[in-house]
């Protein structure tokens, strides 16, 4: 309370206020923490999206190892964001307890961690931190390798496998689309005949006889003519002698 409203009590010209406890603090800074933590989310979310972007771009690149150190800082971010979410759950329901005065410690300790984990948010906020994993040079390089290096240290067995799955996912999506086969048609082929075909009679006999007539006969009558043209000869030799 003011100096003046302290005067005005010891006067007793008006009432003391109600009293705050450990109890109202530590509400006011979990709910000073909670609105800070939903602040946070909306603004990470625009850094984890541009993680998977540079994953993406990573692989199209041909380099996995940068693509799976994005991924792993992204996993590593989206993990811290629940804990603290869950912590500050936890929090909450100690804070209205009716044994707070038990808890206090305890309850005091965890504003203490959740104050630290936010601390640890705000750093992970920078999207110029998140674009030097795409920085190509020798200090570049060396970066990204110390933060694989340390994500890797803080990440349990499952949280590994996760990233990896989220990197094979990643890849499928980047091969390209093979079109369908499409179905073929069947092939429509004419009806077997029920009857069998007539087969035609060969004309060969008469037309050999017919050929065989005309060249024969224009051959006989010229050797009918040789014979009696030599017969007549021979008479007119004979009468000579």
């Given at each position: 309370m003011g100096y003046f409203q302290a005067?005005?009590?010891?006067?007793?010209?008006?009432?003391?206020g109600p009293k705050?406890?450990?109890?109202?603090?530590?509400?006011?800074?979990?709910?000073?923490?909670?609105?800070?933590m939903k602040q946070?989310?909306?603004?990470?979310?625009?850094?984890?999206?541009?993680?998977?972007?540079?994953?993406?771009?990573?692989?199209?690149?041909?380099?996995?190892?940068r693509a799976l150190t994005a991924l792993r800082q992204r996993k590593y971010q989206e993990q811290l964001l629940a804990k603290t979410d869950?912590?500050?759950?936890?929090?909450?329901?100690?804070?209205?307890?009716?044994?707070?005065?038990?808890?206090?410690?305890?309850?005091?300790h965890g504003l203490e961690m959740g104050a630290d984990v936010l601390k640890q948010l705000h750093a992970e906020m920078s999207l110029e931190k998140v674009e030097r994993l795409m920085d190509q040079t020798r200090e570049?390089?060396?970066?990204?390798?110390?933060?694989?290096?340390?994500?890797?240290?803080q990440m349990s067995p499952e949280e590994e496998e996760a990233v990896q799955a989220e990197l094979e996912q990643l890849q499928r999506e980047a091969l390209p689309t093979i079109p369908a086969v499409p179905d073929q048609q069947p092939v429509s082929l004419p009806d077997v005949p029920v009857e069998e075909?007539?087969?035609?009679?060969?004309?060969?006999?008469?037309?050999?006889?017919?050929?065989?007539?005309?060249?024969?006969?224009?051959?006989?009558?010229?050797?009918?003519?040789?014979?009696?043209?030599?017969?007549?000869?021979?008479?007119?030799?004979a009468m000579a002698a």
């Open positions: 005067a005005m009590v010891r006067m007793g010209m008006a009432q003391p705050i406890t450990a109890q109202d603090r530590a509400i006011l800074d979990l709910k000073l923490q909670r609105d800070k946070y989310q909306k603004r990470l979310q625009v850094v984890l999206n541009r993680e998977q972007e540079i994953a993406k771009e990573a692989l199209k690149a041909g380099n996995k190892t869950a912590q500050l759950m936890t929090l909450q329901e100690l804070v209205s307890t009716i044994e707070f005065t038990q808890i206090q410690n305890t309850v005091m570049g390089v060396e970066y990204q390798r110390e933060i694989d290096e340390a994500l890797m240290s075909p007539t087969t035609a009679q060969p004309a060969t006999e008469g037309k050999l006889s017919s050929n065989w007539s005309h060249n024969v006969e224009p051959n006989l009558s010229v050797f009918v003519y040789t014979e009696r043209r030599a017969e007549r000869k021979e008479e007119r030799v």
